[in-house]
């Protein structure tokens, strides 16, 4: 998508007009109302941006797959505003476009504050498992469990109105535009990157959040060279909600304290006197310069001076049948076995399934009408998780399975569906 196509961003504006901008980005499944609660203090010394991530809160549903792409339909939106330069503090998807912001526009952002993130949050497998049960069931399931996520036993508990508004803001959201968020996250993995963080950053993180907790707080903190933490007592993934008053203060001592001179977003030249900002530093922070990034390495070439496909091959191999399968996969291989499975990545995966003349939605078609007409049940059943990852819905998987049976026999097609039965009901059933 070229930069003029890129959709911009639901928002709103509190705050003065003349004063340093501060951008709030949400998490998967909510709005910019979790924000609610801390806009009234912080609105009195910065220009508070709020957005909505596509689909969400009724903004326009247009999917983004990757963080990389949330980002840069912020960048349009602040562009289109004329925001140059700002402090950013974000809630775990939020956090990681604050963290894409600060690898790849360093420019941009003069502080950062992380909540509830992890350089990789959990696995890929996980979240686009998440994406199929709700391509299958609807966003209803995961609008049910998601106050056990975010939230404390005892807030939950007691506060029934706050807990009401969460599963609410879930089922309210666009399942396309959810769905595609979840595959954002999980191609989301900076744990490399993370030296190269080159801004004042706070890492903040409830004490009891079982979804990026302070573990990951922790990974985070000892790889920017210049962060700290704060661990909040008795809160889980949802902190800004579920403690305000502790969020706000920290995000206030951490932008008052950490952010060089403020800027103005449209000039670039100083908008508040330093004397304004309460504390006030004797002498500027320091920062910590970014490190270089070294240009990648020419990709390996095989005969004829074509690139080595194994690369790609084993990134959608990855993708396409979950980081568990493969890992497993290349695990049990051994000195007799190990060619094999480089050559199926190589030419199955890198030369065949990364062609760009079918979507993989269609290549999962074609894939289960060969295993089934060649009796391979064993295979069939890791492509049909693999069909319902590209997109396929359990009917359509149908569909290929009865179309089969005409083409390659009934008693292909009834083994085929008692595989498929079984692999569908695992995958698509709601944890509670």
Known sequence: ?????????????????????????????????????????????WRVFRFDLPGHG????????????????????????????????????GGAIGLELALR??????????????????????????GVIVRTNGLDPIARTSPDRWFTGGFAATQPAITDWAVQMVRTTDPGCYIAACEALASFDIRADLASVGVPTLVLVGSDDQVTGPAEARTLVAGIPDARLAVVPGASHLVPVEQPGAVTD???????????????????????????????????PQTTPIAEIAPAAPAPVVGGGRPDPYDAGIKVRREVLGDAHVDRALAQADEFSGDFQEFITRYAWGEIWDRPGLDRRSRSCVTLTALVAGGHMDELAFHVRAALRNGLTPSEIKEVLLQAAVYCGVPAANS???VAQQVIREETTPEE
């Open 416 to 418: 085929a569906f008692k």
């Open 58 to 93: 009724g903004a326009p549903a247009y999917p983004a797959v990757a963080v990389g792409e949330l980002t840069a339909r912020l960048l349009r939106t602040l562009g289109e505003l004329g925001i140059q330069r700002f402090g950013y503090a974000g809630c775990a998807l």
């Open 1 to 45: 998508m070229s930069e003029t196509q890129t959709p911009a961003l639901q928002y709103r504006l509190d705050g003065p007009e003349d004063a340093p901008v501060l951008i709030l980005g949400p998490s998967l499944g909510t709005t910019w109302h979790m924000w609610d609660r801390q806009v009234p203090e912080l609105a009195k010394q």
């Open 105 to 130: 526009h360093p420019d941009r952002i003069a502080s950062l504050a992380l909540i509830a993130v992890s350089p990789r949050f959990g696995t890929p497998d996980e979240f686009r498992q998440r």
């Open 250 to 284: 920290l995000l206030v001592r951490h932008f008052s304290t950490a952010w060089q001179p403020a800027f103005d977003s449209t000039t670039g030249q100083t908008a508040i006197p330093a004397a304004a900002l309460k504390p006030v530093l004797a002498s500027p």
